[in-house]
Structures are given as structure tokens and as C-alpha cells.
């Protein structure tokens, strides 16, 4: 993300991120991976930087985001979540990768290239995060919709997750946006990263609640709590 939408985003904001742990340059440990136990970790960063901050989460990085904003609203001004799932059960089926394949070689490289623990620890990481996709997340419509920080779905319509599921979750978040890009799968960023860019830093700089023309979902101008 640093290099596809971070140099967009950094003329208007100020990027920060860092490696989760077993990923990049931060070292493994024998616990298992879990998305409750990332979110803690994103928490820990987030308070390290004393402020309150957006969150841009795509794929596992969305569903953080997600816990995230449900536990800490107080941390959070506003959150994008790109090609994210709310539920394990949401995502199409797909093949993971496994070990023991030319597949599984050529990432275990790229793995080792900042891994502390090198290429050895490869099979263990892939293990882990496999586990993890097939257990996890396992938020509910319920939590969803206890979310109170404004949130922006994003997804290509070829994406990870059922467009149903992606629908349910925008739905579920009170005033929520929803953005489909077209022509796009999972690697929306990469395919289409100046549109993605320009549509994340309207929602991050636009004035809330929005106001529309033709209002069906969303309340009319002047009808907005408080006006």
C-alpha cells in the first residue's frame, strides 16, 4: 500500500504504517495468527502516536480496521476498508496457497527478503495465516452496525469476498459509503490506483454527513440529528 496509494495519499496526509507481527521486518512468535490479536496491535500503534488517525485497511489490513473502529472508536476519525470481510463464511472460494509447490518457493523468498527468521520460518508463517483465514474474522451484522466511525467500503466487483457479503457490509454500517470499481479484483490498489486515491481522499476530506440530491437511504438536508 506504501507504494501504490501511500505517494497519492501523502501529498494531502501525513502515512504512517508498520509491519504486523510475522510479517515484513517484525519477528514471529509460536502463538497463533488471529485478527483479535492484529487489532490489538494496530491499537498499540495507534496510541503510540498520540492522535486520533484515519484507517486504511485493505484485505486483512480491512477487517483490522474493522475491530479497530468497533473497539476504539476514540482512535479513529475515519476508516477505508478495500476488499475486506466482516466473516470468513463472505469470502468466494478460492484456493489458498499451500506448502510444498513452485508457488509456495517463489513467496517464501520474498518472504525471507525482510523476515527475521528467513525462509525457514515461511512454511510456519503461511500455516498460521491459513488457519486464520479459514477460522476468522467472525464479526456479526450486529457489530457492524455498532460502528460509529464514518466508514468508505471499497471493492473491485472481482474481488475476494461475495458481492453480497461487501453489500451486507456497507449496509450494516450506519452511513456507510460504498465504492465497486469496475473492471477490478482484489488488487484494486494496484489496478486501479489513481482512481482509488482520488475516491479515499474525498471521503477522508469531504464534509459529513453527506448531503445528496435525491436522498433515499440517507436522511434528507436539514433532517440530520442536530440541524
Known sequence: MLRTIGPGLATTFRVGAFDRRGHGRTAD??????????????????????????????????????????????????????????????LMEFPLLQPDTP???????KY??????????????????????????TMTVQDLAAIEVPVLVMAGDDDVAMLSHTITLFESIPDAQLAIFPGASHAVLKERTKES??????????????????????????????D
Open 112 to 137: 525471507a527478503a525482510h523476515a527475521p527468521e528467513g525462509v525457514a520460518h515461511a512454511r510456519e508463517v503461511l500455516l498460521k495465516t491459513n488457519d486464520m483465514f479459514l477460522t476468522g474474522p
Open 29 to 90: 512468535t509460536p502463538a497463533p495468527f488471529s485478527y483479535e490479536s492484529m487489532a490489538n496491535e494496530t491499537i498499540a500503534f495507534i496510541e503510540s502516536l498520540d492522535r486520533r488517525v484515519h484507517l486504511v485497511g485493505h484485505s486483512d489490513g480491512g477487517n483490522i480496521a474493522l475491530l479497530v473502529g468497533q473497539r476504539r472508536p476514540d482512535l479513529v476519525k475515519r476508516m477505508v476498508v478495500v476488499g475486506a470481510n466482516y466473516h470468513h463464511d463472505g
Open 103 to 109: 508457488e509456495f518457493d517463489e513467496w517464501a523468498l
Open 197 to 226: 486515491v482520488r475516491v479515499i481522499r474525498r471521503f477522508l476530506t469531504q464534509q459529513l454527513p453527506v448531503v445528496t440530491y435525491s436522498p433515499i437511504r440517507r436522511a434528507p438536508a436539514g433532517e440530520f440529528p442536530g
